[in-house]
């Protein structure tokens, strides 16, 4: 908002990011991001703010792209 309205990066690993969904609250964005090893995608939260550092949400080995949030934030569905 204001006068900086325009793009801002979020990352700086480097690494390929995918399907961000934001949440309900708009405070944080739920993204797919790749490991540095490319073996699998997880799924983590970010905040734009740069308050909390990304957190990943599950220690799952298996690929994670897609997911939804709850309507009130407080549940995460993997698709």
Request: proline share 10%.
């Amino acid at each position: 908002s204001g006068a900086d309205s325009g793009p801002r990066r979020l990352t700086t690993d480097g690494l390929d990011k995918h399907r961000p969904v934001w949440s309900p609250d708009g405070r944080r964005l739920l993204v797919a991001r790749e490991l540095p090893d490319g073996s699998s995608i997880l799924l983590e939260w970010i905040d734009p703010a740069g308050a909390e550092p990304p957190r990943r949400l599950t220690d799952r080995k298996e690929t994670e792209y897609q997911a939804a949030i709850s309507p009130e934030g407080s549940r995460v569905l993997l698709t």
